[in-house]
């Protein structure tokens, strides 16, 4: 089985997307910040550009193949109201281009 982690050890940045993911709809407030305005929610987390934009954009494929936890990553779908059919497809596709 293939494992989701660009690398062996877990990066800074794949911790702190999944502190963001966590934050996003554990912490009081913070889901209502994030949807107002991503790019301001996120502003202040270290992270590269294509990170942010992949949480932003909620590029699910892109967050679970830089490490998210795939647990936060289905509880941030919930919280926002992203299908289960998106959810699914976006992870096939990454398994689709990687076979392809």
Not at 1 to 24: C, E, P, T
Not at 54 to 80: E, F, K, S, W
Request: net charge negative; aromatic share 8%.
């Amino acid at each position: 089985m293939k494992s989701n982690w660009v690398q062996q050890i877990s990066s800074q940045a794949a911790y702190w997307m999944n502190r963001v993911l966590f934050d996003v709809h554990h912490l009081d407030s913070h889901l209502e910040a994030y949807r107002q305005d991503p790019d301001v929610y996120l502003a202040a987390v270290p992270l590269t550009e294509a990170l942010r934009a992949a949480i932003r954009d909620n590029d699910i494929g892109a967050m679970y193949m830089a490490g998210a936890n795939p647990y936060l990553l289905r509880a941030h779908c919930l919280g926002l109201h992203i299908s289960e059919a998106v959810f699914l497809d976006s992870l096939r596709a990454i398994g689709e281009s990687k076979n392809g």
